[in-house]
């Protein structure tokens, strides 16, 4: 009779194909599994027999508890490769098969982490910030909570590898920082109190001793940290920030400015996007003809904004959007959905003032900063085109934001209000420069803007001493920054 392993890796639906993957773990085991016990074979196996066993091993360890101790002596004594193909089977696993994995078989991947981790094994920094991508943002649900708490007990325990890491110590705490501002909400129970308090000791950790390196998360890290300045931990740092910068002891720190100034690196945003959204999302922006959009927005949000609480994801969608997406000149000319159509739809999909606003902001962050020798025209340029179109058909979307827009100006950060402002008409300058709107009379000349906005905008654009700053700052910029959005705002107007 054929040996049949007795613990399935991953769960299936009915009629549902098998991955490739659990295939190949499987059909490896199934050949050697009488050669995981003792005593072991003492020939020195081919680079082919290698990748079997090794294979073999991963699903023995992943799916047999029992027999956790005696696979990792034989692990160990057979890698030969830095545990290459092991961690590399464990990365697959992680980026294409985790939400299908069962309770054993995830429980197992975290500890086999850890393991690696202890032993530095090669790529394992790559398989601990995929599964800190795995931490589905606005899922509240135990397996999720679950999966927060572990990863943050396994960087905490390990602490003299992380900071050898700055790449994995710099996700995990954009990662637990956006997360605790979603836990700090909710109601509060033992296991998401106990969770609360391992986020806050985490990041509070890594803010005090590795400031150096969190400096490299750039301006969205002062984002994240206003969400939780209602946490006291984070009260005392913000103090520190805003009083005694030199507190934290870093050469050219001295004020939140040095801190706007840095762009931050695409690396993050991927963080919080799951590797399925992803995927779903490029496909949108990429292959989904206007007309054609609504099924696959009702199928998306069905997916992940259906869940109480799920609409925080929100905010994590539209940063992606913004500096992750930024499609060909074939893809913009091809009658595909455009971006800020589908930010546009996202927006409407807030529910709470508190969403929309958090929403708004990430749509508008990069303008408040705006750096032409550093910033992308289009990580801006969705905000603007979903302005402009929606003149005149959608006037609340246009009122709604020119007002939310002036309302940061005035208010985000009063004290540096006038580098804020800097930034913001900065961006409108370069999407005119650009050609992202021929100019800004669709908005000055259009009747059915409140008159209010009209001398606001007006007045903002030509305030003497912003537009002789303005002009300084362009004199002082060098290079050349060019990117492909030619004629998007006749085709905005066309598919509207």
């Known amino acids: 009779m054929e040996f049949a392993p007795t613990n399935p890796l991953l769960h299936y639906n009915p009629y549902e194909a098998k991955h490739q993957l659990d295939l190949s773990l499987t059909k490896a085991y199934l050949l050697l599994h009488s050669q995981l016990k003792p005593p072991f074979p003492l020939t020195i196996p081919s680079p082919s027999e290698y990748a079997l066993l090794t294979q073999a091993l991963a699903f023995s360890l992943l799916t047999q508890p029992d027999l956790t101790k005696i696979n990792l002596k034989n692990l160990h004594a057979s890698a030969t490769d830095g545990y290459d193909i092991f961690t590399t089977t464990l990365l697959n696993l992680t980026d294409n098969c985790y939400p299908k994995l069962l309770p054993v078989p995830r429980t197992q991947l975290l500890f086999l982490c850890s393991q690696l981790i202890n032993v530095a094994a090669f790529k394992v920094d790559s398989l601990v910030i995929s599964l800190l991508r795995r931490i589905n943002g606005g899922d509240f649900t135990e397996p999720n909570l679950w999966l927060c708490a572990e990863l943050a007990k396994i960087l905490s325990d390990n602490w003299d590898w992380l900071i050898d890491e700055p790449l994995v110590l710099t996700s995990a705490l954009f990662v637990f920082l956006r997360l605790l501002a979603d836990h700090y909400r909710l109601v509060s129970g033992p296991q998401l109190d106990d969770l609360k308090r391992l986020e806050i000791s985490f990041c509070i950790r890594v803010l005090?001793?590795?400031?150096?390196?969190?400096?490299?998360?750039?301006?969205?890290?002062?984002?994240?940290?206003?969400?939780?300045?209602?946490?006291?931990?984070?009260?005392?740092?913000?103090?520190?920030?805003?009083?005694?910068?030199?507190?934290?002891?870093?050469?050219?720190?001295?004020?939140?400015?040095?801190?706007?100034?840095?762009?931050?690196?695409?690396?993050?945003?991927?963080?919080?996007?799951?590797?399925?959204?992803?995927?779903?999302?490029?496909?949108?922006?990429?292959?989904?003809?206007?007309?054609?959009?609504?099924?696959?927005?009702?199928?998306?949000?069905?997916?992940?904004?259906?869940?109480?609480?799920?609409?925080?994801?929100?905010?994590?969608?539209?940063?992606?959007?913004?500096?992750?997406?930024?499609?060909?000149k074939e893809i913009i000319q091809s009658g595909v959905i455009s971006r800020w159509a589908v930010i546009g739809w996202l927006l409407k999909s807030c529910k709470r003032n508190y969403f929309e606003a958090n929403a708004k902001l990430a749509l508008f962050?990069?303008?408040?900063?705006?750096?032409d020798t550093i910033d992308s025209i289009m990580d801006i340029e969705p905000a603007m085109l979903l302005i402009v179109s929606s003149v005149p058909q959608y006037m609340e979307i246009t009122h709604c934001l020119l007002e939310f827009l002036f309302l940061v100006v005035d208010n985000y950060d009063v004290q540096r209000k006038n580098v804020i402002a800097k930034g913001v008409l900065g961006a409108f300058n370069a999407l005119v420069k650009r050609g992202v709107v021929h100019s800004l009379e669709v908005l000055m000349n259009c009747d059915k803007l409140s008159p209010f906005l009209r001398e606001k905008l007006s007045k903002f654009l030509f305030d003497k001493a912003l537009v002789s700053q303005e002009k300084e700052i362009i004199q002082m910029q060098s290079g050349d920054h060019q990117d492909q959005i030619a004629g998007m705002p006749e085709q905005a107007h066309q598919w509207l």
């Open 208 to 328: 005090r001793n590795c400031f150096h390196l969190c400096l490299g998360i750039g301006r969205d890290l002062i984002r994240l940290l206003q969400d939780l300045f209602v946490i006291p931990e984070f009260k005392e740092l913000w103090k520190d920030l805003i009083c005694d910068p030199c507190k934290f002891g870093v050469l050219g720190f001295s004020d939140l400015c040095d801190i706007y100034r840095i762009k931050t690196p695409r690396h993050y945003f991927l963080l919080r996007i799951s590797q399925e959204m992803e995927a779903q999302l490029r496909f949108l922006l990429t292959h989904v003809k206007w007309g054609n959009q609504q099924r696959y927005q009702v199928w998306f949000a069905k997916k992940y904004l259906s869940l109480p609480g799920s609409e925080t994801v929100i905010v994590d969608v539209i940063r992606f959007i913004c500096q992750c997406y930024h499609p060909s």
């Open 365 to 371: 962050y990069d303008w408040l900063f705006f750096n």
